[in-house]
Protein backbone atom coordinates (compact mmCIF):
# COMPACT_ATOMS: atom_id res chain seq x y z
CA UNK A 1 0.00 0.00 0.00
CA UNK A 2 1.59 3.64 -1.10
CA UNK A 3 1.42 6.44 0.77
CA UNK A 4 1.26 10.35 0.06
CA UNK A 5 1.68 12.19 2.95
CA UNK A 6 1.33 16.05 2.28
CA UNK A 7 3.41 18.72 4.24
CA UNK A 8 6.32 18.05 6.18
CA UNK A 9 5.41 19.72 9.30
CA UNK A 10 5.59 18.35 12.84
CA UNK A 11 2.12 15.93 11.92
CA UNK A 12 3.09 15.38 8.39
CA UNK A 13 6.66 14.57 8.74
CA UNK A 14 6.58 12.22 11.97
CA UNK A 15 3.23 10.60 10.67
CA UNK A 16 5.05 10.00 7.48
CA UNK A 17 8.33 8.26 8.49
CA UNK A 18 6.34 6.54 11.14
CA UNK A 19 4.08 4.86 9.13
CA UNK A 20 7.52 3.80 6.69
CA UNK A 21 8.51 2.29 10.07
CA UNK A 22 5.40 0.15 10.25
CA UNK A 23 6.92 -0.66 6.60
CA UNK A 24 4.77 0.92 4.28
CA UNK A 25 6.08 3.00 0.96
CA UNK A 26 5.56 6.49 1.77
CA UNK A 27 6.08 9.85 0.11
CA UNK A 28 6.30 12.69 1.96
CA UNK A 29 5.64 16.01 -0.06
CA UNK A 30 6.16 19.59 0.40
CA UNK A 31 5.38 22.89 -2.10
CA UNK A 32 8.60 24.00 -0.47
CA UNK A 33 11.51 22.59 -2.74
CA UNK A 34 14.53 23.46 -0.18
CA UNK A 35 12.10 21.67 3.03
CA UNK A 36 12.12 18.66 0.33
CA UNK A 37 16.15 19.20 -0.88
CA UNK A 38 17.27 19.39 2.95
CA UNK A 39 15.13 16.63 3.66
CA UNK A 40 16.29 14.45 0.95
CA UNK A 41 19.93 15.27 2.54
CA UNK A 42 18.59 14.15 5.56
CA UNK A 43 18.39 17.43 7.41
CA UNK A 44 15.41 17.76 9.65
CA UNK A 45 13.47 21.02 9.67
CA UNK A 46 12.86 20.90 13.46
CA UNK A 47 14.08 19.54 16.46
CA UNK A 48 12.12 15.86 17.32
CA UNK A 49 13.96 13.83 19.65
CA UNK A 50 14.41 10.70 17.19
CA UNK A 51 12.99 12.01 14.50
CA UNK A 52 16.20 12.62 12.36
CA UNK A 53 17.58 8.96 13.01
CA UNK A 54 14.42 7.32 12.00
CA UNK A 55 14.17 9.66 8.90
CA UNK A 56 17.72 8.43 7.88
CA UNK A 57 16.82 4.45 8.52
CA UNK A 58 13.78 4.48 6.65
CA UNK A 59 14.96 6.31 3.91
CA UNK A 60 18.18 4.10 3.83
CA UNK A 61 15.85 1.52 3.98
CA UNK A 62 13.71 2.47 0.59
CA UNK A 63 10.87 3.31 2.38
CA UNK A 64 10.88 6.96 2.62
CA UNK A 65 10.76 9.44 -0.30
CA UNK A 66 10.54 13.23 -0.18
CA UNK A 67 8.95 14.44 -3.36
CA UNK A 68 7.76 18.57 -4.24
CA UNK A 69 5.97 16.72 -6.73
CA UNK A 70 2.31 16.20 -5.44
CA UNK A 71 0.47 14.85 -8.62
CA UNK A 72 2.96 12.55 -9.38
CA UNK A 73 3.05 11.05 -5.95
CA UNK A 74 -0.86 10.79 -5.63
CA UNK A 75 -1.09 8.92 -9.23
CA UNK A 76 1.37 6.29 -7.68
CA UNK A 77 -0.46 6.28 -4.16
CA UNK A 78 -2.89 4.10 -2.27
CA UNK A 79 -3.88 6.88 0.59
CA UNK A 80 -3.09 10.39 0.71
CA UNK A 81 -2.93 11.93 3.77
CA UNK A 82 -3.76 15.73 3.95
CA UNK A 83 -1.16 17.25 6.80
CA UNK A 84 -0.57 20.75 5.66
CA UNK A 85 -0.93 23.54 7.98
CA UNK A 86 -4.31 24.80 9.48
CA UNK A 87 -3.02 28.55 10.97
CA UNK A 88 -5.28 30.47 13.01
CA UNK A 89 -7.04 33.81 10.87
CA UNK A 90 -6.12 36.94 12.39
CA UNK A 91 -10.06 38.64 11.96
CA UNK A 92 -11.90 36.07 14.08
CA UNK A 93 -9.63 33.06 15.14
CA UNK A 94 -11.56 30.62 12.91
CA UNK A 95 -8.57 27.61 11.30
CA UNK A 96 -7.69 28.99 7.74
CA UNK A 97 -8.39 26.11 5.08
CA UNK A 98 -6.75 27.68 2.65
CA UNK A 99 -3.71 24.90 2.55
CA UNK A 100 -6.36 22.19 2.75
CA UNK A 101 -8.74 23.17 0.14
CA UNK A 102 -5.14 24.23 -2.14
CA UNK A 103 -4.27 20.38 -1.40
CA UNK A 104 -7.46 19.00 -2.45
CA UNK A 105 -7.34 20.23 -5.94
CA UNK A 106 -4.26 18.99 -6.65
CA UNK A 107 -4.77 15.89 -5.46
CA UNK A 108 -8.43 15.92 -7.89
CA UNK A 109 -6.32 17.09 -10.55
CA UNK A 110 -4.01 14.30 -10.23
CA UNK A 111 -6.18 11.25 -9.19
CA UNK A 112 -6.65 8.25 -11.99
CA UNK A 113 -9.08 5.57 -11.82
CA UNK A 114 -7.35 3.99 -8.78
CA UNK A 115 -9.46 3.38 -5.95
CA UNK A 116 -7.98 6.16 -3.48
CA UNK A 117 -8.10 6.80 0.35
CA UNK A 118 -8.02 10.69 0.87
CA UNK A 119 -7.14 11.37 4.99
CA UNK A 120 -7.40 14.62 6.45
CA UNK A 121 -4.59 14.86 9.64
CA UNK A 122 -4.32 18.00 9.92
CA UNK A 123 -6.79 19.32 12.59
CA UNK A 124 -10.32 20.57 10.52
CA UNK A 125 -13.34 21.87 11.61
CA UNK A 126 -16.26 19.80 11.70
CA UNK A 127 -17.83 19.69 7.82
CA UNK A 128 -14.14 19.89 6.34
CA UNK A 129 -13.66 16.46 4.82
CA UNK A 130 -17.39 16.17 3.05
CA UNK A 131 -16.26 19.93 1.71
CA UNK A 132 -13.24 18.04 0.69
CA UNK A 133 -15.46 15.39 -1.07
CA UNK A 134 -17.53 17.86 -2.67
CA UNK A 135 -14.23 19.49 -3.93
CA UNK A 136 -12.74 16.30 -5.52
CA UNK A 137 -16.05 15.11 -6.88
CA UNK A 138 -16.72 18.72 -8.50
CA UNK A 139 -12.67 18.62 -9.73
CA UNK A 140 -13.01 15.20 -10.98
CA UNK A 141 -16.33 13.59 -11.67
CA UNK A 142 -14.83 10.23 -12.23
CA UNK A 143 -12.84 9.85 -9.36
CA UNK A 144 -13.12 6.63 -7.47
CA UNK A 145 -12.14 7.57 -3.48
CA UNK A 146 -13.13 7.97 -0.60
CA UNK A 147 -13.28 10.90 2.24
CA UNK A 148 -11.51 9.81 6.06
CA UNK A 149 -10.84 12.02 9.09
CA UNK A 150 -7.98 10.43 11.02
CA UNK A 151 -6.59 13.16 13.54
CA UNK A 152 -3.31 13.36 14.75
CA UNK A 153 -2.75 13.44 18.73
CA UNK A 154 0.73 13.28 19.32
CA UNK A 155 2.90 16.08 21.14
CA UNK A 156 5.88 18.18 20.49
CA UNK A 157 8.57 16.81 22.63
CA UNK A 158 7.35 13.26 22.35
CA UNK A 159 5.64 12.36 18.62
CA UNK A 160 7.39 9.55 17.81
CA UNK A 161 6.31 7.59 20.92
CA UNK A 162 3.06 8.90 20.43
CA UNK A 163 2.86 7.88 17.48
CA UNK A 164 3.50 4.50 18.24
CA UNK A 165 2.18 4.10 21.23
CA UNK A 166 -1.05 6.20 21.02
CA UNK A 167 -3.88 5.70 23.59
CA UNK A 168 -6.08 5.58 20.70
CA UNK A 169 -6.80 5.78 17.38
CA UNK A 170 -9.92 7.99 16.15
CA UNK A 171 -11.09 7.26 12.09
CA UNK A 172 -13.92 8.60 11.12
CA UNK A 173 -15.10 6.61 7.64
CA UNK A 174 -18.38 5.66 6.50
CA UNK A 175 -17.74 2.76 3.92
CA UNK A 176 -16.56 -0.55 4.38
CA UNK A 177 -13.63 -0.27 1.67
CA UNK A 178 -11.94 2.90 3.11
CA UNK A 179 -12.61 1.19 6.78
CA UNK A 180 -10.14 -2.08 5.30
CA UNK A 181 -7.57 0.48 4.21
CA UNK A 182 -7.52 1.91 7.43
CA UNK A 183 -7.48 -1.29 9.40
CA UNK A 184 -4.52 -2.02 7.00
CA UNK A 185 -2.54 1.11 7.81
CA UNK A 186 -3.51 0.85 12.12
CA UNK A 187 -3.06 -2.97 11.57
CA UNK A 188 0.30 -3.13 14.08
CA UNK A 189 -1.34 -0.78 16.88
CA UNK A 190 -4.74 -2.70 16.95
CA UNK A 191 -2.18 -6.12 17.37
CA UNK A 192 -0.90 -3.92 20.23
CA UNK A 193 -4.30 -3.38 21.79
CA UNK A 194 -4.25 -0.09 21.49
CA UNK A 195 -7.96 0.99 21.22
CA UNK A 196 -9.18 2.16 17.66
CA UNK A 197 -12.24 3.90 17.66
CA UNK A 198 -14.39 4.60 14.15
CA UNK A 199 -16.13 7.21 13.62
CA UNK A 200 -18.76 9.22 11.80
CA UNK A 201 -16.51 11.74 9.80
CA UNK A 202 -18.14 14.61 11.84
CA UNK A 203 -17.68 13.05 15.09
CA UNK A 204 -13.70 12.21 14.29
CA UNK A 205 -13.28 15.67 13.09
CA UNK A 206 -14.84 17.55 17.00
CA UNK A 207 -12.89 14.55 19.12
CA UNK A 208 -9.52 16.50 18.10
CA UNK A 209 -11.20 20.06 19.21
CA UNK A 210 -12.81 18.41 21.82
CA UNK A 211 -9.60 16.68 23.66
CA UNK A 212 -7.36 19.82 23.11
CA UNK A 213 -10.03 22.19 24.53
CA UNK A 214 -10.43 19.97 27.31
CA UNK A 215 -6.57 19.38 28.21
CA UNK A 216 -6.20 22.92 27.92
CA UNK A 217 -9.19 23.54 30.04
CA UNK A 218 -7.34 21.20 32.44
CA UNK A 219 -3.85 23.44 32.40
CA UNK A 220 -6.07 26.75 32.66
CA UNK A 221 -7.74 24.74 35.63
CA UNK A 222 -4.92 24.32 37.87
CA UNK A 223 -3.46 27.64 36.98
CA UNK A 224 -6.54 29.73 38.22
CA UNK A 225 -6.31 27.51 41.38
CA UNK A 226 -2.61 28.49 41.11
CA UNK A 227 -3.34 31.69 41.80
CA UNK A 228 -6.14 31.01 44.77
CA UNK A 229 -3.37 29.12 46.69
CA UNK A 230 -0.71 31.82 46.54
CA UNK A 231 -3.72 34.19 47.93
CA UNK A 232 -5.00 31.76 50.63
CA UNK A 233 -1.67 29.82 51.70
CA UNK A 234 -2.22 26.39 49.96
CA UNK A 235 0.37 24.58 47.61
CA UNK A 236 -0.74 24.14 43.99
CA UNK A 237 1.45 20.71 43.62
CA UNK A 238 0.11 19.17 47.02
CA UNK A 239 -3.69 20.01 45.44
CA UNK A 240 -3.22 18.92 41.71
CA UNK A 241 -1.91 15.82 43.63
CA UNK A 242 -4.81 15.21 45.69
CA UNK A 243 -6.71 16.01 42.87
CA UNK A 244 -5.19 14.21 39.98
CA UNK A 245 -5.46 10.67 42.51
CA UNK A 246 -9.00 11.19 41.82
CA UNK A 247 -9.04 8.17 38.61
CA UNK A 248 -11.91 10.44 37.11
CA UNK A 249 -9.53 13.40 37.10
CA UNK A 250 -6.48 12.16 36.33
CA UNK A 251 -3.11 13.36 37.11
CA UNK A 252 -1.73 14.73 33.41
CA UNK A 253 -2.11 18.27 32.73
CA UNK A 254 -2.38 19.02 36.06
CA UNK A 255 1.40 21.09 36.41
CA UNK A 256 0.77 24.86 37.23
CA UNK A 257 2.79 27.54 34.59
CA UNK A 258 2.97 30.81 32.90
CA UNK A 259 -0.38 29.72 30.86
CA UNK A 260 -0.61 27.02 27.25
CA UNK A 261 1.31 27.71 24.42
CA UNK A 262 2.40 25.83 21.11
CA UNK A 263 0.59 25.40 17.74
CA UNK A 264 -2.12 23.32 19.08
CA UNK A 265 -3.97 24.80 22.08
CA UNK A 266 -4.03 28.21 21.51
CA UNK A 267 -5.44 27.75 17.57
CA UNK A 268 -7.86 24.34 18.30
CA UNK A 269 -9.39 26.60 21.31
CA UNK A 270 -10.65 29.40 19.15
CA UNK A 271 -11.49 27.03 16.27
CA UNK A 272 -13.71 25.39 18.46
CA UNK A 273 -14.89 28.76 19.82
CA UNK A 274 -15.47 29.77 16.17
CA UNK A 275 -17.41 26.47 14.91
CA UNK A 276 -19.76 26.26 18.09
CA UNK A 277 -20.84 29.74 17.01
CA UNK A 278 -21.42 29.08 13.73
CA UNK A 279 -23.48 26.22 14.35
CA UNK A 280 -25.39 27.94 16.20
CA UNK A 281 -24.02 26.20 19.74
CA UNK A 282 -21.33 28.29 21.47
CA UNK A 283 -19.22 26.53 24.20
CA UNK A 284 -18.43 29.72 26.77
CA UNK A 285 -16.03 27.19 28.91
CA UNK A 286 -13.84 27.76 25.97
CA UNK A 287 -14.43 31.18 25.29
CA UNK A 288 -13.21 31.85 28.42
CA UNK A 289 -10.39 29.61 28.92
CA UNK A 290 -9.05 31.40 25.70
CA UNK A 291 -9.52 35.02 27.44
CA UNK A 292 -8.19 33.89 30.45
CA UNK A 293 -5.11 32.30 29.01
CA UNK A 294 -4.07 35.43 26.93
CA UNK A 295 -4.63 37.67 29.97
CA UNK A 296 -2.41 34.92 32.13
CA UNK A 297 0.53 35.27 29.81
CA UNK A 298 0.44 38.73 30.02
CA UNK A 299 -0.12 39.29 33.69
CA UNK A 300 3.54 37.08 33.92
CA UNK A 301 5.73 40.07 32.74
CA UNK A 302 3.80 41.99 35.57
CA UNK A 303 4.61 39.34 38.14
CA UNK A 304 8.35 39.58 37.17
CA UNK A 305 8.37 43.09 37.61
CA UNK A 306 6.90 42.98 40.95
CA UNK A 307 9.69 40.28 42.23
CA UNK A 308 12.05 42.94 41.01
CA UNK A 309 10.71 45.69 43.62
CA UNK A 310 8.62 47.16 41.11
CA UNK A 311 10.88 47.95 38.50
CA UNK A 312 13.40 46.30 36.09
CA UNK A 313 14.43 49.34 34.59
CA UNK A 314 17.92 49.15 33.76
CA UNK A 315 18.44 45.51 35.46
CA UNK A 316 19.85 42.52 33.93
CA UNK A 317 17.42 39.65 33.85
CA UNK A 318 18.71 36.29 32.78
CA UNK A 319 15.91 34.06 31.10
CA UNK A 320 16.01 29.95 30.83
CA UNK A 321 13.99 29.02 28.25
CA UNK A 322 11.98 30.97 25.88
CA UNK A 323 9.88 27.68 23.58
CA UNK A 324 6.53 26.57 24.85
CA UNK A 325 7.58 23.81 26.26
CA UNK A 326 11.03 21.77 26.66
CA UNK A 327 12.90 19.25 24.43
CA UNK A 328 11.11 21.23 21.21
CA UNK A 329 12.63 24.35 19.32
CA UNK A 330 9.06 25.66 18.55
CA UNK A 331 8.35 29.61 19.89
CA UNK A 332 4.34 28.95 18.61
CA UNK A 333 2.27 31.12 20.83
CA UNK A 334 5.16 30.53 23.40
CA UNK A 335 4.53 33.02 26.85
CA UNK A 336 8.54 34.05 26.39
CA UNK A 337 7.02 36.14 23.41
CA UNK A 338 4.25 38.00 25.22
CA UNK A 339 6.45 38.28 28.51
CA UNK A 340 9.48 39.43 26.97
CA UNK A 341 8.40 42.30 24.91
CA UNK A 342 7.17 43.98 28.21
CA UNK A 343 9.95 43.38 30.22
CA UNK A 344 11.96 45.50 27.35
CA UNK A 345 9.75 48.41 27.16
CA UNK A 346 10.34 48.66 30.69
CA UNK A 347 13.67 49.09 30.56
CA UNK A 348 15.19 45.66 31.31
CA UNK A 349 18.53 44.10 29.87
CA UNK A 350 17.80 40.80 28.74
CA UNK A 351 20.58 37.74 28.96
CA UNK A 352 18.65 34.77 27.24
CA UNK A 353 19.81 31.06 27.02
CA UNK A 354 17.23 27.88 25.74
CA UNK A 355 18.95 24.04 24.57
CA UNK A 356 17.16 24.16 21.40
CA UNK A 357 14.90 27.75 20.62
CA UNK A 358 17.56 30.21 20.27
CA UNK A 359 17.50 29.99 16.40
CA UNK A 360 13.68 29.96 16.58
CA UNK A 361 13.28 32.57 19.20
CA UNK A 362 16.30 34.82 17.16
CA UNK A 363 13.41 35.38 14.54
CA UNK A 364 10.90 36.63 16.66
CA UNK A 365 13.01 38.43 19.67
CA UNK A 366 15.91 41.02 19.02
CA UNK A 367 17.62 43.74 21.60
CA UNK A 368 18.58 40.61 23.80
CA UNK A 369 21.78 39.14 24.61
CA UNK A 370 22.16 35.19 23.42
CA UNK A 371 24.03 33.17 25.46
CA UNK A 372 26.18 29.51 24.82
CA UNK A 373 24.90 28.53 29.06
CA UNK A 374 22.68 28.61 31.38
CA UNK A 375 25.77 30.12 33.23
CA UNK A 376 26.72 32.70 30.58
CA UNK A 377 23.01 33.82 31.06
CA UNK A 378 23.46 33.94 35.25
CA UNK A 379 26.51 35.68 35.28
CA UNK A 380 25.92 39.35 36.83
CA UNK A 381 22.24 39.17 36.23
CA UNK A 382 20.04 40.67 38.98
CA UNK A 383 17.23 38.39 38.79
CA UNK A 384 16.72 34.90 36.95
CA UNK A 385 13.42 33.62 35.27
CA UNK A 386 12.43 30.35 34.18
CA UNK A 387 9.91 30.17 31.60
CA UNK A 388 10.53 26.82 30.13
CA UNK A 389 11.13 23.07 31.90
CA UNK A 390 13.99 21.84 30.62
CA UNK A 391 15.80 18.91 32.49
CA UNK A 392 19.05 20.85 32.32
CA UNK A 393 17.34 24.05 34.65
CA UNK A 394 15.68 21.55 37.15
CA UNK A 395 19.39 20.05 37.70
CA UNK A 396 20.71 23.76 38.49
CA UNK A 397 21.23 23.78 42.28
CA UNK A 398 20.55 27.80 43.71
CA UNK A 399 23.22 27.19 46.45
CA UNK A 400 25.97 26.71 43.08
CA UNK A 401 24.73 29.02 40.90
CA UNK A 402 23.84 32.47 43.84
CA UNK A 403 27.61 33.93 43.84
CA UNK A 404 27.64 34.13 40.01
CA UNK A 405 24.98 36.47 40.30
CA UNK A 406 24.51 40.47 41.04
CA UNK A 407 21.38 39.90 42.51
CA UNK A 408 19.47 37.42 44.63
CA UNK A 409 15.95 37.23 42.50
CA UNK A 410 14.43 33.96 41.18
CA UNK A 411 10.65 34.11 39.39
CA UNK A 412 10.61 30.44 38.30
CA UNK A 413 7.42 30.72 36.50
CA UNK A 414 7.45 25.97 35.82
CA UNK A 415 8.30 25.31 39.73
CA UNK A 416 11.54 23.61 38.58
CA UNK A 417 13.39 24.26 42.03
CA UNK A 418 12.81 23.51 45.74
CA UNK A 419 11.42 26.67 47.36
CA UNK A 420 12.83 25.91 50.81
CA UNK A 421 16.35 25.27 48.60
CA UNK A 422 16.63 28.24 46.97
CA UNK A 423 15.57 30.58 50.24
CA UNK A 424 18.22 28.47 52.05
CA UNK A 425 20.65 29.51 49.40
CA UNK A 426 19.52 33.46 50.50
CA UNK A 427 17.36 33.69 47.01
CA UNK A 428 13.74 36.10 47.12
CA UNK A 429 12.30 32.69 45.38
CA UNK A 430 9.13 33.62 43.78
CA UNK A 431 7.27 30.12 41.91
CA UNK A 432 3.87 29.25 40.95
CA UNK A 433 0.88 28.58 43.35
CA UNK A 434 2.69 28.54 46.87
C1 LIG B 1 -0.91 19.27 22.23
C2 LIG B 1 -1.71 17.99 22.56
O1 LIG B 1 -1.26 17.46 23.81
C3 LIG B 1 -1.57 16.96 21.46
O2 LIG B 1 -2.39 15.84 21.74
C4 LIG B 1 -1.99 17.61 20.13
O3 LIG B 1 -1.80 16.70 19.06
C5 LIG B 1 -1.20 18.88 19.87
O4 LIG B 1 -1.34 19.77 20.98
P1 LIG B 1 1.67 20.01 22.25
O5 LIG B 1 1.19 21.32 21.72
O6 LIG B 1 2.86 19.35 21.65
O7 LIG B 1 0.48 18.92 22.18
O8 LIG B 1 2.00 20.23 23.80
P2 LIG B 1 1.45 19.77 25.23
O9 LIG B 1 2.45 18.91 25.86
O10 LIG B 1 0.07 19.26 25.15
O11 LIG B 1 1.45 21.18 26.00
C6 LIG B 1 0.67 22.28 25.54
C7 LIG B 1 0.87 23.49 26.43
O12 LIG B 1 0.29 23.28 27.71
C8 LIG B 1 2.34 23.84 26.68
O13 LIG B 1 2.47 25.25 26.64
C9 LIG B 1 2.61 23.33 28.08
O14 LIG B 1 3.63 24.03 28.74
C10 LIG B 1 1.26 23.55 28.73
N1 LIG B 1 1.02 22.63 29.86
C11 LIG B 1 0.81 21.32 29.64
C12 LIG B 1 0.99 23.15 31.15
O15 LIG B 1 1.18 24.35 31.37
N2 LIG B 1 0.73 22.29 32.18
C13 LIG B 1 0.53 20.95 32.00
O16 LIG B 1 0.29 20.25 33.01
C14 LIG B 1 0.57 20.45 30.69
Redesign the pocket.
Known amino acids: MNITMIGTGYVGLVSGTCFAEFGFPVTCVDKVKEKIDNLKQGIIPIYEPGLEEMVKKNAEEGRLFFSDDLKDSVRKSDVIFIAVGTPTREEDGSADLQYVYAAAKEIAEALTDRYTVIVTKSTVPVGTGRKIAQIIKAANPKADFDIVSNP??????SAIK?FMRPDRVVIGCETARSQAVMEELYRLLALMDIPVVYTKIETSELIKYA??TF??M??TF??EISDLCEKCGANVREVAKGLGLDKRIGS??????P???????PKDTMALVQIAKEYGSPVRLAETLVDINEKRKKAMATRIISACKGSVKDKTIAILGIT??PD?DDMRAAPALDIIPVLQENGAKLKIYDPKGMKEGAKLISNVTWCDSSTEAMTDADALVILTEWNEFSSLKPESFKDIMHGRIIVDLRNVFDPVRAKEAGFDYNCIGR
Open positions: EFLREGDSNLAKVINKFLQAGGYGGSCFFKT
